[in-house]
T-cell receptor, first 114, second 118 residues
Framework: NAGVTQTPKFRVLKTGQSMTLLCAQD?????MYWYRQDPGMGLRLIHY???????AKGEVPDGYNVSRLKKQNFLLGLESAAPSQTSVYFC?????????????FGSGTRLTVV | AQTVTQSQPEMSVQEAETVTLSCTYD???????LFWYKQPPSRQMILVIRQEAYKQQNATENRFSVNFQKAAKSFSLKISDSQLGDTAMYFC???????????????FGTGTLLAVQP
């Protein structure tokens, strides 16, 4: 099925370890986004990309890096994981900047940092 | 800065009854969109309904409808004939249209957890 695929779905990291979350979409969408979801805080934008080779900071970018080397993939990296980064991470994509097409979300990655 | 407020962390409703979820937002912009998303236990984010700010008519999608009060900056979601499958976290979200900007970001409220009781 077409959509947004996130890998892995679950991960446990030790403090200080690094990891990369992968988001892949097969809808030829230009825009891609990384959000984190925390209890009582809703979804907050970490980073986003408006096209291949571009990235920009969102609301809570500290401690994360991203790359968009290919149009269909958007990677979120944690260089040195901290317990405060325990969260559920969602990737989303949209065809363009218009709200008419909405966002398509992945099913999320639950990350625990111990 | 735009903010979205959902003042009801949790709600409960009996099956077949009607429930209304509240959402208020703050913006100085005049051109924007409002959304309700549903997140069931599967974690998947599902778009329920969308409202364009320049349209006075309230959006409706089957059992889901909104009460959009632009002057009051209020955007409530009404679910009629509630079903067990409506049990989920519901997020209100806001998007300003910046025609000169790079993108139009979706800003979420903190969510309302709705439980439909049999």
């Amino acid at each position: 099925n077409a959509g947004v695929t996130q890998t892995p779905k679950f991960r446990v990291l030790k403090t200080g370890q690094s990891m990369t979350l992968l988001c892949a979409q097969d809808m030829n969408h230009e825009y891609m986004y990384w959000y984190r979801q925390d209890p009582g805080m809703g979804l907050r934008l970490i980073h986003y990309s408006v096209g291949e080779g571009t990235t920009a900071k969102g609301e809570v970018p500290d401690g994360y890096n991203v790359s968009r080397l290919k149009k269909q993939n958007f990677l979120l990296g944690l260089e040195s994981a901290a317990p405060s980064q325990t969260s559920v991470y969602f990737c989303a994509s949209s065809l363009d900047r218009s709200p008419n097409y909405g966002y398509t979300f992945g099913s999320g990655t639950r990350l625990t940092v111990v | 800065a735009q903010t979205v407020t959902q003042s009801q962390p949790e709600m409960s409703v009996q099956e077949a009854e009607t429930v209304t979820l509240s959402c208020t937002y703050d913006t100085s912009e005049s051109n924007y969109y409002l959304f309700w998303y549903k997140q069931p236990p599967s974690r998947q984010m599902i778009l329920v309904i969308r409202q364009e700010a320049y349209k006075q008519q309230n959006a409706t999608e089957n059992r889901f409808s909104v009460n959009f009060q632009k002057a009051a900056k209020s955007f409530s979601l009404k679910i009629s004939d509630s079903q067990l499958g409506d049990t989920a976290m519901y997020f209100c979200a806001f998007m300003t249209l910046y025609y000169g900007g790079a993108t139009n970001k979706l800003i979420f409220g903190t969510g309302t957890l709705l439980a439909v009781q049999p």
